[in-house]
């Protein structure tokens, strides 16, 4: 006896509820797979849950974050490691939030008086975009550090580069923490040349002045392109003005919450005026 269903269209949910977004970076890195800087990103089901938490408890983390990338979008050909690393981050979340037509919810707490409160945002839409690029893109910035003079050729990180960074040794790691290593190897050319190996980056890094590294490390973050994960709240007790992260982390991919019935986009979650937007981190993908 077959099933009796209201359903007038049985095309499979992974492509009835795909959607297509443009990537924050344009696609730069693989124009051939994004001609016109677009993706199409599939929901985030049931079905990619068992598979992430299957991943997870069986302990194959190290990858687990770009593996998920080629189950929750089309890459038209491009492999994973030239997929810009911070337009993984938006991928994620559209997908996520494609399993509740759009919107993400979550959970706010404030720091001074630990009210909890039930939030709900719409991705991509609702979060600012950082470092956000066009289709005349050539790949690249320059920028000048004041100081010391030095003009300064950088370029937004891929996933292969954050892939090396994480799989430096230990010795590596301390000689270098990973969220140096990520400024230095977005570094293309110091005044015009190429260095021959990231020691010699690491050296000049260590040299120039504190203004100048901090100058460094902001345009890096500014100019490269991805959804600012800190979302601006107002304690509806105590009017402390805080952030909520959007964090990728496990914890946040297992939930099944829905903010209560009623609930809707808060007045008060935004874009930032003028903020750095959330570091991007080698070990942690973006």
Known sequence: MSIQTNLKDLTPRRDKFKKVITLLSGG?????????GEITVYPWDSSVDAWFQDRAQK???DTLFYDLLERLCSLNGCRVTDFVAGDVTTVLLVARSLRNDGVL?????????????????????????????????PGFDKFTLPECEDEITTSPLLVGQEMDIADRSDEDKRNIPSAIAAVLYSIQTVGGSEPEDVVELFNWYQAISPSDVALLEDRINTLNPHLNQEIPHKCTKCDTGFSHTLSLDREFF????????????????????GGKGNDSRADKPA
């Open 59 to 61: 302990g194959k983390q």
């Open 105 to 137: 919810f979550y959970t706010s707490k404030c720091p001074s008086c630990g009210l909890t409160d039930d939030e709900s945002i719409t991705v991509p839409n609702d979060l600012q975009r950082v470092g956000e690029k066009d289709q005349d893109y």
């Open 254 to 273: 297992r939930r099944r919450h829905r903010a209560s019935t009623g609930s809707t986009v808060a007045s008060n979650v935004g874009p930032h005026d």
């Open 28 to 36: 730069f890195s693989s124009r051939s797979s994004f001609p016109e």
